[in-house]
Nanobody
Framework: QVQLVESGGGSVQAGDSLRLSCAAS????????VAWFCQHPGTEREFVAA???????HYSDSVKGRFSISRDDVKNTVYLLMGTLKPEDMADYSC??????????????????WGQGTQVTVSL
């Protein structure tokens, strides 16, 4: 098990950037795939990005080219650099750790460890 704590959310204007952090403690963090999911009010969690233990990255089509996921296994932290933010990016963002297969990496049910979430607000 790993414990995850997100930080870095806030209120920005469209076109701005934010960097979210997901700090981990507990089990061997470097063995896990870590993903970011977002959730809009009243909707299901949506996959945003993931980075595997060997640093393979995956992105949703809506953020590809704007967001970048990275990890620092010395600091036990995964980062999500969010660029050119749009109002539709506004959501609660959570990080999750697990050991999904490549084909299931976008499935939130494949992740057993979740942070509490951090809110991102984007205004025009």
């Amino acid at each position: 098990q790993v414990q995850l704590v997100e930080s870095g959310g806030g209120s920005v204007q469209a076109g701005d950037s934010l960097r979210l952090s997901c700090a981990a403690s507990g089990s061997t963090f470097s063995d896990y795939t870590v993903a970011w999911f977002c959730q809009h009010p009243g909707t299901e969690r949506e996959f945003v990005a993931a980075i595997s233990s060997i640093r393979t990255t995956h992105y949703s089509d809506s953020v590809k080219g704007r967001f970048s996921i990275s990890r620092d296994d010395v600091k036990n932290t995964v980062y999500l650099l969010m660029g050119t933010l749009k109002p539709e990016d506004m959501a609660d963002y959570s990080c999750a750790a697990g050991r999904p297969t490549v084909s299931s990496i976008r499935d939130p049910d494949m992740y057993g460890n979740w942070g509490q979430g951090t809110q991102v607000t984007v205004s025009l």
